[in-house]
C-alpha cells in the first residue's frame, strides 16, 4: 500500500513568514499534485509535478519534486492569510488505487 | 456555472435511516469520485467511476451504494446510517485517472 505523510500536520504562523510542507513516502510516484482546501469548500488543485528534481513556482509558492520522486515540498514566501487553509498532497503510483491516495494534509493558518 | 454539484449540502438524520446524496457534473469529464473527509480532515476515496462503469471500490461497507444514471451523474445511497458515517462527502470528477480532479462542495452529513 503507497503512503503519504504530510508534516506537519498543523501550522499557524504571523504574517509575512516563510514556511514549507513537505510530503514523504516511501514508494515512488510517478507524478504528484498539490491541492488548497478552504473551509466549507472543496479542494482545489494549485500545481502537478511530473518529473524528478522539477520546481514549480505559482506566485509566492515554489513546489519542488523530490529527485527520487518520493517526496515533495511546499514552500510559502510572505505568508498572507489569504494562505490559510489545508494543503493536500496526492500522489500517482503504480497500484490503481495508488492513483487515489491523499496525504492527511497540513492546516495552515496565518494570522494578519 | 457550477462544474461539480452536490446535494444536499447539509444533512441531518438519525441511525438506521436511508439517505442519498446527489452529484452531477457538467464539465464533460468521464470519470467520477466519492471521498469521504472525517473530522480530523483526512480525504479517503470510496469509488470511482469511468463513462457509467464502476472502477475503483474501496473498503466500504455494503451499505454505501454508488449509481451512476450516466457519466454526468454519480449519486451515493447510504442505507442503515450509522454514528460513523458522519463526515463531509465529496464528489469530484476529471477526465481520467492521471489529470486534475475537480471537487464539489461538499456535503455535511451528520448521524444523531
Partial sequence: TQLLEQSPQFLSIQEGENLTVYCNSSSVFSSLQWYRQEPGEGPVLLVTVVTGGEVKKLKRLTFQFGDARKDSSLHITAAQPGDTGLYLCRGYGSSNTGKLIFGQGTTLQVKP | ?112
Fill in chain 2, 1 to 112: 456555472d457550477t462544474a461539480v454539484s452536490q446535494t444536499p449540502k447539509y444533512l441531518v438524520t438519525q441511525m438506521g435511516n436511508d439517505k442519498s446524496i446527489k452529484c452531477e457534473q457538467n464539465l464533460g469529464h468521464d470519470t467520477m469520485y466519492w471521498y469521504k473527509q472525517d473530522s480530523k480532515k483526512f480525504l479517503k476515496i470510496m469509488f470511482s467511476y469511468n463513462n457509467k462503469e464502476l472502477i475503483i471500490n474501496e473498503t466500504v461497507p455494503n451499505r454505501f451504494s454508488p449509481k451512476s444514471p450516466d457519466k454526468a451523474h454519480l449519486n451515493l445511497h447510504i442505507n442503515s446510517l450509522e454514528l460513523g458515517d458522519s463526515a463531509v462527502y465529496f464528489c469530484a470528477s476529471s477526465t481520467d485517472l492521471f489529470t486534475e480532479q475537480y471537487f464539489g462542495p461538499g456535503t455535511r452529513l451528520t448521524v444523531t
